[in-house]
């Protein structure tokens, strides 16, 4: 029998990589390094309801990044519009003043993600969306954090 090799994860349910629109990586990335200190401090606050705050830690690092994101809760599910792509990790998300433990995440097209774009963004931010060219989203199961 041959041993398997260290790293041999089923990626059978790993979506592909999806790389940021021409838009967001031209216009929108550069201008990460000056607004996300700014945008993180708003972000998941209760009257700023275009960012979540999304804790996560490194996948090498083990460090705590806090990221800011486009995401709504609907019921006990999370949104997050995946802006930059979907080659990061998450956990615990702040929207509107509340802290959410994210599990059970799942990737949707736009297509598949459609009926509940509509029950949670606004017409605007749905509109926002497309013009950066978002093309997947990510549902998660939404656990309240203990305060």
Known sequence: MTPEPADSRDTSSVPAPV???PFVRTVIRPMTKVLNPLIVKL?????FGMAAQIQHV???SGKVYVTPATAH??????LIALT?????DGATIGISGRAYHATDPQFLSREEAGPLLKAT?????RAGMRMLGVRQFMRLHAVPAES
């Open 19 to 21: 790389a940021p629109s």
């Open 43 to 47: 972000a998941g606050r209760r009257h």
């Open 58 to 60: 490194g996948r090498r």
């Open 73 to 78: 809760i609907h019921g006990d599910v999370i």
């Open 84 to 88: 930059f792509g979907n080659q990061s």
């Open 121 to 125: 963004f606004s017409a605007l931010q």
